[in-house]
């Protein structure tokens, strides 16, 4: 999606001059998708708008059968039409392409030394919006957790919400109130960004279950931290990513916290997941600088990684 925005904004400059051509914006999505037109197509336009286009897009919507998603930017003229079309294969597609566009910086990491490594851990959390829920009297508050899930998108390409991880206070909530927070969210994202939902533990088959449940509510990707407590060893992590990853086609992120789980992905494990197709990054809070590096010059080009929270408190 990523390239069609650019290729959408470079046609908008091309029209903009040609008086003889009428434009229109359409877009298809399953039936179960609320929200007309969607947030896409909705920045689609902005991004015609921002290219200079200021003749009239005519926009519609249709929600029918159970595609991922087609975008269609026409323009129509009396001797010809030309069309720009965007069709998803699937979710786990329109995830990898979101990450890959908020993801450029790290790409020749490499060849970074510490101090450039950790000035762009600092650039990159603005990526990231960890949202917390609100609990009133032991119990999910709706109002507040509307209100915070609903603030991200307005940040544009600066925010990717994630919910339930543990920011979001997930061990404390019941799995109803769990798969509540992420109904709300996607609810709230509107299909503007994608939204990552955490499902992870040290239960291969509760978490198994937990990953298809947020996947049917229609999340485009879950955050899986590592089991805690019982400290697998790294071919026990590998087999229980392999088979979380089996069981879903939506996009997994690994999330290795040593500080809180007592349990360390180590790089060549990484090295291993990312083989696997729908395991797409690692969100890393082991706070060793040397660690990361040693990640990103293992794992291949395209699989995102995330420097957390923990690596910034320790300096």
Not at 171 to 178: C, D, F, G, I
Request: with cysteine; aromatic share 6%.
């Amino acid at each position: 999606m990523a390239i069609f925005s650019r290729l959408v904004s470079e046609a908008a400059k091309l029209m903009q001059n040609e008086a003889e051509y009428e434009s229109w914006a359409w877009e298809a999505h399953h039936s179960a998708k609320k929200d007309a037109p969607s947030g896409t197509m909705l920045k689609l336009v902005e991004d015609m708008r921002r290219a200079g286009y200021t003749k009239h897009i005519d926009v519609s919507s249709t929600r029918a059968g159970k595609i991922p998603g087609t975008h269609e930017i026409g323009f129509d003229s009396a001797a010809d039409t030309i069309t720009l079309t965007h069709t998803a294969r699937s979710r786990e597609g329109f995830a990898r392409g979101a990450l890959k566009a908020r993801n450029g910086w790290w790409a020749n990491a490499v060849f970074m030394n510490s101090a450039t490594l950790f000035s762009e851990v600092v650039h990159v959390h603005r990526l990231w919006h960890s949202a917390g829920n609100s609990l009133s009297e032991g119990r999910l508050a709706r109002r507040s957790d509307d209100e915070e899930a609903g603030s991200a998108p307005d940040c544009g390409r600066h925010r990717f919400p994630g919910t339930l991880r543990t920011t979001g206070e997930s061990p404390t909530l019941t799995r109803e109130e769990h798969l509540r927070v992420v109904e709300i969210t996607i609810e709230e994202a509107k299909g503007k960004v994608p939204v990552l939902a955490g499902a992870g533990g040290y239960n291969t088959h509760e978490v198994i279950e937990l990953a298809r449940a947020v996947e049917k509510l229609g999340a485009d990707g879950i955050l899986s931290v590592t089991p805690y407590y019982n400290k697998p060893t790294q071919e026990g992590l590998y087999q229980h990513y392999k088979a979380i990853a089996a069981s879903i086609k939506i996009p997994i992120i690994v999330y290795s916290v040593q500080g809180r789980t007592g349990v360390n992905v180590e790089p060549a494990t990484l090295a291993r997941l990312a083989q696997i197709p729908n395991i797409i990054g690692v969100k890393e809070a082991s706070g060793n600088i040397g660690q990361m590096a040693a990640v990103v010059h293992q794992v291949p080009s395209e699989f995102w990684f995330s420097p957390a929270m923990t690596l910034l408190q320790s300096h």
